[in-house]
């Protein structure tokens, strides 16, 4: 029984991710930005660097910056673009009205993020070596993997903020999906430490879970970390987080299903 609810699961969830990847091949902008934005950031960032004639390492700390706030744009839209995608399309209602849950949603979406988030950060790390001579992939590959896994983690949770929003206050929260990723980079440090930061902004930026994973990628570059095991605490920070996500995610679509919210998003 337990075997037959897990399979049953597994093709709700990867049905999600079917309906994005088909939403994505039918609309040319959504592949156009996997690459042609994440390639702007570094190009822009990396020239700026080199006029400058900062130094080798500063400029690994940028670039570090601008390819983990590509993948995590990449990442996060994805999950965003599964409700938005039925919001413009005005089907929302029909979509609530299937067996599948919200985690269904998120998760399956966040699977092809994921996808998209991997193929940006390959591409970004050619054109790095290429045009910079920095090399991402000169680090541990199971390190690697941890600091990408911590990067689409915090993508899935800032996805789920935005939906969250957008259940709690309709049409006017659709400008989160695109926001959030930018607020949030903007407080854990992509272009400097957050040491630099006044101290009450450094105190929140500290409980964002990218500023710890940041912390940990540069620690291989010789910057120093805030804490001693900034991985640690990023992924402990992430499952906190993903916990009080589901309890507001529960909340949120009662709600939304209560007040008429769905309906209003599905006219």
Not at 145 to 156: H, P, S, V
Request: with cysteine; net charge positive.
């Amino acid at each position: 029984m337990f075997s037959l609810n897990l399979q049953r699961e597994a093709r709700k969830t990867l049905a999600f991710s079917y309906k994005n990847i088909i939403m994505t091949k039918r609309n040319f902008f959504t592949i156009f930005e996997m690459l042609f934005w994440p390639l702007v950031s570094l190009f822009s960032v990396g020239l700026m660097g080199f006029y400058l004639e900062i130094a080798e390492n500063k400029l690994a700390f940028i670039l570090i910056g601008a390819i983990s706030l590509s993948v995590i744009q990449l990442a996060q839209l994805d999950v965003t673009y599964v409700l938005l995608f039925d919001v413009w399309s005005k089907s929302l209602k029909y979509t609530f009205a299937t067996p599948s849950s919200f985690y269904n949603m998120i998760i399956g979406s966040w699977l092809v993020g994921i996808l998209r988030g991997f193929v940006a950060f390959l591409a970004l790390s050619i054109f790095s070596i290429l045009i910079f001579d920095f090399d991402l992939t000169k680090l541990p590959l199971p390190e690697l993997i941890l600091f990408l896994f911590g990067l689409f983690f915090a993508a899935m949770l800032i996805g789920m903020a935005a939906c969250i929003l957008m259940l709690i206050f309709g049409r006017r929260a659709e400008i989160a999906a695109w926001t959030l990723t930018a607020i949030i980079m903007l407080i854990c440090g992509i272009y400097y430490p957050v040491s630099v930061l006044p101290e009450s902004v450094r105190l929140f930026a500290l409980l964002i879970p990218v500023t710890h994973f940041l912390e940990f990628f540069r620690t291989f570059y010789g910057f120093p970390s805030t804490f001693s095991n900034p991985l640690i605490i990023g992924f402990i920070q992430s499952f906190v987080y993903f916990v009080v996500f589901i309890l507001l995610s529960e909340w949120s679509l009662k709600r939304a299903r209560k007040n008429g919210m769905i309906i209003k998003l599905s006219e």
